[in-house]
Protein backbone atom coordinates (compact mmCIF):
# COMPACT_ATOMS: atom_id res chain seq x y z
CA UNK A 1 0.00 0.00 0.00
CA UNK A 2 1.06 3.71 -0.76
CA UNK A 3 3.02 5.39 2.01
CA UNK A 4 0.29 8.43 1.84
CA UNK A 5 -2.39 6.18 1.92
CA UNK A 6 -1.39 4.59 4.94
CA UNK A 7 -0.86 7.52 6.85
CA UNK A 8 -4.42 9.60 5.91
CA UNK A 9 -6.20 6.37 7.33
CA UNK A 10 -3.77 6.20 10.62
CA UNK A 11 -4.70 10.11 10.64
CA UNK A 12 -8.68 9.77 9.80
CA UNK A 13 -8.38 6.38 12.75
CA UNK A 14 -6.76 8.93 15.40
CA UNK A 15 -8.98 11.69 14.98
CA UNK A 16 -11.91 9.16 14.86
CA UNK A 17 -10.26 8.10 18.27
CA UNK A 18 -9.79 11.91 19.20
CA UNK A 19 -13.75 12.69 18.06
CA UNK A 20 -14.77 9.43 20.64
CA UNK A 21 -13.15 10.91 23.50
CA UNK A 22 -14.83 14.50 22.78
CA UNK A 23 -18.12 12.67 21.93
CA UNK A 24 -18.18 11.03 25.41
CA UNK A 25 -18.79 14.28 27.36
CA UNK A 26 -20.76 16.25 24.29
CA UNK A 27 -24.03 14.87 24.13
CA UNK A 28 -25.58 13.84 20.79
CA UNK A 29 -22.38 13.13 19.96
CA UNK A 30 -21.67 9.16 19.70
CA UNK A 31 -18.18 9.17 21.30
CA UNK A 32 -17.48 5.03 21.69
CA UNK A 33 -18.99 4.57 18.55
CA UNK A 34 -16.31 6.71 16.92
CA UNK A 35 -13.90 5.60 18.24
CA UNK A 36 -14.81 1.78 16.89
CA UNK A 37 -15.08 3.08 13.97
CA UNK A 38 -11.42 4.84 14.44
CA UNK A 39 -9.81 1.03 15.29
CA UNK A 40 -11.60 -0.23 12.12
CA UNK A 41 -9.99 2.45 9.49
CA UNK A 42 -6.99 1.61 10.97
CA UNK A 43 -7.29 -2.15 10.32
CA UNK A 44 -7.37 -1.05 6.44
CA UNK A 45 -3.35 0.08 6.85
CA UNK A 46 -0.71 -2.12 6.62
CA UNK A 47 0.83 -1.09 9.89
CA UNK A 48 -1.67 -2.34 12.01
CA UNK A 49 -2.94 -5.89 11.90
CA UNK A 50 -5.81 -6.58 14.56
CA UNK A 51 -6.59 -9.98 15.47
CA UNK A 52 -10.30 -10.81 14.35
CA UNK A 53 -11.54 -11.29 17.86
CA UNK A 54 -9.95 -7.57 18.87
CA UNK A 55 -12.57 -5.75 16.72
CA UNK A 56 -14.93 -8.59 17.34
CA UNK A 57 -14.84 -7.90 21.27
CA UNK A 58 -14.38 -4.18 20.56
CA UNK A 59 -17.46 -3.83 18.63
CA UNK A 60 -19.52 -5.95 21.79
CA UNK A 61 -17.50 -3.42 24.17
CA UNK A 62 -19.16 -0.19 22.19
CA UNK A 63 -22.08 -1.71 22.38
CA UNK A 64 -22.45 -2.25 26.09
CA UNK A 65 -20.75 1.30 26.51
CA UNK A 66 -24.11 2.47 24.01
CA UNK A 67 -26.30 0.53 26.24
CA UNK A 68 -24.90 1.93 29.49
CA UNK A 69 -24.81 5.81 28.33
CA UNK A 70 -29.16 5.02 27.75
CA UNK A 71 -29.71 2.83 30.59
CA UNK A 72 -27.30 3.67 33.72
CA UNK A 73 -28.42 7.74 34.02
CA UNK A 74 -32.26 6.90 33.70
CA UNK A 75 -31.54 4.27 36.02
CA UNK A 76 -29.78 6.52 38.99
CA UNK A 77 -32.83 9.25 38.08
CA UNK A 78 -35.36 6.44 39.03
CA UNK A 79 -33.67 5.30 42.16
CA UNK A 80 -33.18 8.92 43.16
CA UNK A 81 -37.28 9.86 42.46
CA UNK A 82 -36.15 11.65 39.09
CA UNK A 83 -38.63 11.97 35.83
CA UNK A 84 -38.14 12.93 32.41
CA UNK A 85 -37.68 16.50 33.11
CA UNK A 86 -34.88 15.80 35.56
CA UNK A 87 -33.30 14.16 32.55
CA UNK A 88 -34.00 16.76 30.05
CA UNK A 89 -32.37 19.36 32.45
CA UNK A 90 -29.64 17.29 33.00
CA UNK A 91 -28.63 17.09 29.55
CA UNK A 92 -29.48 20.99 28.75
CA UNK A 93 -27.54 21.09 31.89
CA UNK A 94 -24.38 19.66 30.38
CA UNK A 95 -24.92 21.37 26.91
CA UNK A 96 -25.03 24.96 28.82
CA UNK A 97 -22.04 23.71 31.25
CA UNK A 98 -20.41 22.53 28.23
CA UNK A 99 -19.06 26.71 27.55
CA UNK A 100 -18.06 27.06 31.33
CA UNK A 101 -15.08 24.02 31.22
CA UNK A 102 -14.90 21.30 33.35
CA UNK A 103 -16.54 22.97 36.59
CA UNK A 104 -19.45 23.62 34.00
CA UNK A 105 -19.51 20.01 32.57
CA UNK A 106 -19.40 18.65 36.14
CA UNK A 107 -22.09 21.22 37.99
CA UNK A 108 -24.45 21.66 34.64
CA UNK A 109 -25.76 18.67 34.52
CA UNK A 110 -27.07 18.63 38.40
CA UNK A 111 -28.54 22.21 38.55
CA UNK A 112 -30.02 21.52 35.03
CA UNK A 113 -31.65 18.47 36.86
CA UNK A 114 -32.86 19.96 39.59
CA UNK A 115 -34.13 23.33 38.04
CA UNK A 116 -36.02 21.49 35.83
CA UNK A 117 -37.57 18.43 38.20
CA UNK A 118 -38.64 22.05 40.44
CA UNK A 119 -40.37 23.15 36.98
CA UNK A 120 -42.07 19.77 36.66
CA UNK A 121 -43.95 20.31 40.24
CA UNK A 122 -41.27 18.66 42.72
CA UNK A 123 -40.55 19.69 45.90
CA UNK A 124 -37.17 20.97 46.52
CA UNK A 125 -35.67 18.41 48.71
CA UNK A 126 -37.18 15.92 45.81
CA UNK A 127 -35.63 17.95 43.18
CA UNK A 128 -31.97 18.23 44.52
CA UNK A 129 -32.41 14.03 45.52
CA UNK A 130 -33.54 13.46 41.82
CA UNK A 131 -30.56 15.79 40.41
CA UNK A 132 -27.91 14.37 42.33
CA UNK A 133 -28.95 10.70 40.81
CA UNK A 134 -29.43 11.89 37.39
CA UNK A 135 -25.83 13.53 37.87
CA UNK A 136 -24.49 10.11 39.47
CA UNK A 137 -25.85 8.11 36.83
CA UNK A 138 -24.66 10.21 33.74
CA UNK A 139 -21.06 10.83 35.45
CA UNK A 140 -20.75 6.93 35.87
CA UNK A 141 -21.64 6.05 32.32
CA UNK A 142 -19.01 9.85 31.01
CA UNK A 143 -16.61 8.02 33.03
CA UNK A 144 -17.29 4.44 31.30
CA UNK A 145 -17.03 6.05 27.74
CA UNK A 146 -13.77 8.08 28.47
CA UNK A 147 -12.25 4.58 29.54
CA UNK A 148 -13.42 2.85 26.30
CA UNK A 149 -12.53 5.19 24.46
CA UNK A 150 -9.07 5.75 26.56
CA UNK A 151 -8.24 1.83 25.97
CA UNK A 152 -9.23 1.94 22.05
CA UNK A 153 -6.47 4.43 21.67
CA UNK A 154 -4.14 2.36 23.56
CA UNK A 155 -5.27 -0.97 21.81
CA UNK A 156 -4.34 1.56 18.33
CA UNK A 157 -1.28 3.00 19.87
CA UNK A 158 -0.25 -0.95 20.69
CA UNK A 159 -1.16 -2.23 17.47
CA UNK A 160 0.87 0.11 15.97
CA UNK A 161 3.92 -0.54 17.64
CA UNK A 162 3.98 -4.34 17.80
Known sequence: MDIALEIILLVIAW????????????????????AYIGLIIAQFSDCVDFAWYTLVIWGFVTIGALLI??????????????????????????????????????????????????LGGKK??????????TFVGLLFSTIVKLICCGLMALVLLYGMIW
Not at 15 to 32: D, E, K, R, T, Y
Request: charged share 10%.
Open 15 to 34: LCIVAGIIGCVVPAMPGVPL
Open 69 to 118: DYVVPAWGAKQFGGTKWGMWGSTLGLLVGLFFGVWGVIIGPFVGAVVFEL
Open 124 to 133: VWESFKAGWG
